[in-house]
C-alpha cells in the first residue's frame, strides 16, 4: 500500500515536472517603460511614432535597442544588410543559431506596439538569460531586422536576398533602400555577404501584436500563427493631359484622376469578385499638378495586394492590370504599373506551433491558431529555416495608427511564452 502511494507520488511529480515551465519569468514592468523610452523616438502629437526607416527617429531608436542589447548581454553588429544583430554564444557549438527578432520602424503615423513589442520582448529574453545565468546548448542571435515597413527589406536580405529593384525602390523616408541601407550602418554592394543558407539556422520565433481583433474579440491570450500573407505591392501611374479647367469641354479632357477614380472601384470589384479573404488596397495617390484650375495630368498610386495563396494575388493583379487598360481608353488616358515587388507568403513550421501552443498552455493561457493578414519578417526567415509567431491581443483590433494599444499584461504574457518556448525549445533540439 505504502509503495504504492510512493509510485503515484513519484508519478504526479513527473508528470508535473514534465509539464511545467522553467520558473524564469521576463521583467514585465521593465518591458514597459522599454517600450515608453523608444515611443519617444518619432514622438507624433497623436500619441504615436513616425519613426520611419531610415530617418532620424530610426536612427535614435536603433542607438537605443543597441544600448539595451550591450546591457542584455549581446554582442552587437550591424549585418550588411543594415540588421542590428546581437549574438550571444551556446554550449554546443555544433548547434545551429536559434533566432529571435523582430522591427522597430514604423508606417508613417504609425503606433507604438507594431515590432516594437516583439523587438523590445526578444532584448527581454537575452536579459533574463543572462540575470539568471541560463546558458542555452544553441547560439542566440537577437535580431532588430531594418525597414519591415518598407517591405520586410532586412529580413529579405536574410532570405530570398534584394536585388536592384528592391534598392531602388524609394521608402517612405523618402530615401532609396540603397541609401538607406548604408545610412543605418549596412552596404548595399555587399549584400550577398548577408543571406545566410536554407538550412543554416535552428529556428526563427517572433512575438508580434495581432494587428486585428479577433484575440480580444474572443477572448483568449495567445494566437499562434500558421501562416502569414503574402504582400504585392506595384506603383501605378496614369498619363493624361493637364489642361485648363474652364475652357476645356467635358468631352475632350484626358483627366488621369478621373480614370484613378475609376480604377480604385475596379480594384475593388475585382478583389471582392471572388470568395476568399484576399484583400486589396490603394493607400496612396499623388496628382499632378494639383490644382482647382487644372485637369489633372498625371497620377501616381500604390496598389496593394495580399493573401495566403502568391497564385492568387498575382492573378487578381493580372485582372487589374488588364481592366485598367480598358479604362484608360474611356477618356484616353494611359497606365502604366511597375513590375510588381512581392512579400511571399509563408506557413510556421507545425512543430513550432505545437510548442507555442503547449508553453502556452502550461502558462495558463488559451490559444487560438490563426493567420496573419499582416505582413512580417518571419515570412523573409522561413526561407531559411522554420519559423513560429506568437500574437497577443490588439484592442480594438487598430494597429498602423497612433490609437494602436495592447494591455501591459497581454505584453508581459507574451514575452513569457516566448522565453518560455526558446527554453523549451532548446532543450528539446
Ligand atoms: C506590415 O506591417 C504590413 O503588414 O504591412
Ligand atoms: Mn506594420
Ligand atoms: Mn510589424
Not at 495608427?401 to 494591455?407: G, Q, T, V, Y
Amino acid at each position: 500500500m505504502r509503495r504504492a502511494r510512493l509510485f503515484i507520488i513519484l508519478l504526479l511529480s513527473f508528470s508535473a515536472t514534465a509539464q511545467s515551465p522553467s520558473p524564469a519569468r521576463v521583467n514585465g514592468q521593465r518591458i514597459h517603460d522599454h517600450l515608453k523610452e523608444l515611443s519617444r523616438f518619432g514622438a507624433n502629437p497623436q500619441g504615436g511614432v513616425s519613426r520611419v526607416a531610415y530617418s532620424e527617429a530610426d536612427l535614435q531608436g536603433r542607438q537605443y535597442a543597441i544600448g539595451l542589447m550591450k546591457a542584455a548581454g549581446l554582442d552587437v553588429h550591424i549585418d550588411f544588410a543594415g540588421n542590428i544583430v546581437g549574438t550571444r554564444a551556446g554550449s554546443d557549438a555544433s548547434l545551429k543559431p536559434l533566432l529571435l527578432g523582430s522591427h522597430i520602424d514604423s508606417v508613417p503615423m504609425g503606433g507604438n506596439y507594431d515590432g516594437d513589442v516583439g523587438s523590445l520582448s526578444a532584448i527581454e529574453v537575452a536579459q533574463i538569460l543572462k540575470e539568471k545565468q541560463i546558458a542555452l546548448r544553441h547560439p542566440l542571435e537577437v535580431i532588430i531586422f531594418q525597414n519591415e515597413e518598407g517591405g520586410t527589406v532586412g529580413s529579405q536580405a536574410l532570405g530570398e536576398g534584394l536585388d536592384e529593384k528592391h534598392l531602388n525602390l524609394v521608402s517612405n523616408s523618402g530615401k532609396t533602400i540603397r541609401e538607406g541601407t548604408r545610412i543605418v550602418g549596412g552596404d548595399p554592394d555587399r549584400l550577398a555577404s548577408a543571406r545566410r543558407q536554407p538550412g543554416s539556422i535552428a529556428g526563427y520565433f517572433e512575438l508580434h501584436i495581432e494587428q486585428g481583433g479577433t484575440l480580444e474579440r474572443e477572448k483568449i491570450d495567445i494566437g499562434v500563427v500558421e501562416g502569414i500573407v503574402g504582400i504585392l505591392h506595384s506603383d501605378v501611374t496614369i498619363e493624361g493631359f493637364a489642361n485648363h479647367a474652364g475652357t476645356t469641354p467635358m468631352d475632350q479632357r484626358h483627366d488621369a484622376l478621373l480614370s484613378a477614380a475609376r480604377f480604385l472601384e475596379k480594384v475593388n470589384q475585382i478583389v471582392t469578385g471572388v470568395p476568399g479573404r484576399q484583400v486589396g488596397t490603394v493607400g496612396w495617390i499623388k496628382v499632378e499638378p494639383g490644382a482647382y484650375n487644372v485637369i489633372p495630368g498625371k497620377v501616381v498610386l500604390g496598389l496593394e495586394l495580399r493573401d495566403l495563396d502568391e497564385k492568387k494575388f498575382v492573378g487578381l493583379f493580372e485582372q487589374i492590370r488588364a481592366e485598367a487598360e480598358q479604362l484608360g481608353k474611356l477618356n484616353q488616358t494611359r497606365f502604366n504599373f511597375t513590375e510588381p515587388v512581392i512579400s511571399h507568403p509563408a506557413l510556421t513550421d507545425k512543430g513550432f506551433q505545437k510548442l507555442i501552443d503547449s508553453t502556452a498552455h502550461s502558462l495558463g493561457f488559451s490559444t487560438k491558431v490563426m493567420p496573419s493578414g499582416a505582413g512580417h519578417d518571419a515570412q523573409e526567415i522561413a526561407r531559411i529555416g522554420p519559423v513560429g509567431m506568437i500574437f497577443i491581443p490588439s484592442i480594438g483590433g487598430i494597429s498602423h495608427s497612433p490609437k494602436e494599444f495592447s494591455r501591459p499584461q497581454d505584453i508581459e504574457n507574451g514575452a513569457n511564452v516566448l522565453l518560455q518556448t526558446v527554453l523549451a525549445f532548446d532543450k528539446g533540439h
